[in-house]
């Protein structure tokens, strides 16, 4: 199997979940993470990169990427399994690579605890690359709510691993969620932020 990298999603649907992507921008560069999907919120296609990883010592490069829809209230909790309808707002968050997967069998299925290796930020001016991918991701229905693990469709991404813009990349990360927050709380305030 040829190199494929993988891109997994956070979402704000549960208050448990409101400080991961915090955290994960906090972080420093060389830290390890697990994150822990179902099986059921997880591409098929990318089931098979980390059962593969279960079992070989293979690279396998992930970029993390915050992603919800702009009328979603966070927070609410979800039993939504229907990816997001157009428009979604999406930002690359983390750069990042595998360096295991266990997966465990349960009564409903499965689940992959998957630990993380930080690395920089992805330098994406004006979220080009973030929507290029939601879009071609859609087009499988692996995004969420359904999808929250798929293969990054574009093997082009190398640019994202090989480029050394982290302080840049940082605040553009920061300056998308936090300008995406503010336009969140107009709307659902009639223009009034709390």
């Known amino acids: ?14 208050p448990e979940y409101y400080n991961d992507v915090h955290t994960i921008l906090a972080l420093p560069e060389g830290h390890v993470v697990t994150y822990d999907y179902s099986v059921k919120h997880v591409s098929s ?3 098979d990169i980390l059962r593969a990883r279960v079992s070989v010592e293979s690279e396998v490069r992930v970029v993390l990427a915050y ?3 702009p009328d979603y209230n966070k927070g609410e909790g979800t039993n939504d ?14 750069l990042s690579r595998i360096v295991a997967v266990r997966e465990v ?13 930080l690395l920089g930020y992805p ?9 290029r991918i939601v879009e071609k991701l859609r087009q499988s229905g692996s995004i969420p709510m359904r999808t929250y693990i798929s293969v990054l469709p574009d093997t082009a991404l190398d640019v994202l691993f ?10 553009q990360v920061v300056d998308a969620l936090s300008c995406f927050q503010a336009s969140l709380r107009k709307t659902h305030f009639g223009g009034y932020e709390k």
């Not at 330098?123 to 929507?131: E, L, Q, V």
């Open 1 to 14: 199997m040829s190199q494929q990298d993988l891109i997994v999603f956070d979402t704000s649907t549960l």
């Open 45 to 47: 296609n990318a089931i």
């Open 67 to 69: 992603a919800q829809s």
């Open 81 to 94: 399994d229907k990816p997001f309808e157009v428009p979604v707002f999406a930002t690359l968050t983390r």
């Open 105 to 117: 069998k349960n009564d409903d299925g499965a689940r992959y605890y998957i630990d993380l290796h």
């Open 123 to 131: 330098f994406d001016p004006g979220r080009a690359i973030a929507t």
């Open 162 to 171: 090989a480029q050394r813009a982290d302080e840049q990349a940082f605040s």
